[in-house]
Structure formats: C-alpha cells, structure tokens
C-alpha cells in the first residue's frame, strides 16, 4: 500500500493512551487529544503514532493528522468512496445511514477494505457534518 500524503500534522498532549491510526478528539484542554470513546464523536484528527497510558502521565506529544490523506484502522467493510465518521472503537466504519441523523464525517474512503482491523487510505474533510436524510 503507497504512503500516506499529508497537509498538517499537528502536535498535541496525549490525554490517555492512543493507538497509531485512531481517530482522536479534543481531550479537556485546547491542546490535548484523546482516543474517540463515542460512535460520531466530532473528530479532531488521526494519530499517526502510538501513546501509552505512561506517555500521557509523562505529558508526550504525538502528531495527530488534521488535513491530507492519512491511513486509518476500518471497524468494517467500506467501499472505495464512502464518506467514513469514527466508530467507538477510534476506528471508522460507513455513515449509518438513518434517516434524519446528523453524523460527523472523517472522511472519503480511497481504496476498499474488507474486514475488520483493515488499513485503508482516508482522504480527511474535517469538520463536515451531514444529513443522511439530505445525503
């Protein structure tokens, strides 16, 4: 699989332990992450590497991937082209679909994956909230 290209990486605090390629979200100070605990948590960004529950006692910080194209870790089977939202695991899975639910969307799915724990290529848009109703 070809490498991830990226826009911003950005550093911030590790709040609690984060695995590499989990979605993230503001932990409880402006400059802090935190591993996404709900299915659409608003996302900040991706971890591109690892913090141990240690590492966020000691105050490290990782790069998280704010814009660009990153590598993620799927909860489920996506499509090439899927628009993606963060799973309660910090992995992405497909928007849900339900009528009338507003969902945090990740990002576009770049290639297609297959099973659970699957990498695949993201193309984040940070930020967009959709309408599966409207969708």
Known sequence: MPGANFVLDKGYQAAAAITKFQCVKYGSGDQLATP??????????????????????DGRVIDIRLMGIT?????????????VRAHSTGKVTTLAGTAGLVENIVGIALETVTTDGDWLHVLLTPGV???TAAS
């Open 129 to 131: 909230i959709t309408n």
């Open 71 to 83: 590598t993620v870790v799927a909860q489920v089977a996506i499509a090439r082209g899927a628009k």
């Open 36 to 57: 996404v605990t709900a299915t659409n948590d608003a996302v900040l960004g991706v971890s591109q590497e690892a913090a141990s529950a240690q590492d966020a006692t």
